[in-house]
């Protein structure tokens, strides 16, 4: 089993910067076999969006509405996945989850960030 801990959510002013974190613990048999990890975001009323991914091999994929302004990076001696965001908006405010892929997928439990105008 693999258990994730997202944090860093909170409230900024549009243009601001949040950097989200994601612990990755658990069985390290189960870890090792994590293929990539991702970040998606849920706004109210709407369904859970994909935002971006990492790979094993640090190869970082995004989402057209966060491109050039969100990373998403690993440190692999911390456990940990990251995802810096920058020039935030108001229509970023949601609840923000990570994701690692396996045979399945692994979820955290989310971490709301709200952008105000």
């Known amino acids: 089993q693999v258990q994730l801990v997202e944090s860093g959510g909170g409230l900024v002013q549009t243009g601001g910067s949040l950097e989200l974190s994601c612990v990755v613990s658990?069985?390290?048999?189960?870890?090792?076999?994590?293929?990539?990890y991702r970040w998606y975001r849920q706004a109210p009323g709407k369904q859970r969006e994909w935002l971006a991914s990492?790979?094993?091999?640090?190869?970082?994929n995004y989402a057209d509405s966060v491109k050039g302004r969100f990373a998403i990076s690993r440190d692999t001696a911390k456990s940990t996945v990251y995802l810096q965001m920058n020039s935030l908006k108001p229509e970023d405010t949601g609840t923000y989850y990570c994701?690692?892929?396996?045979?399945?997928?692994?979820w955290g439990q989310g971490t709301q960030v709200t952008v105000s105008s």
């Open positions: 990492v790979a094993g091999g640090a190869t970082a």
């Open positions: 994701s690692a892929a396996a045979a399945g997928d692994y």
């Open positions: 658990g069985n390290p048999k189960d870890i090792y076999l994590i293929k990539f």
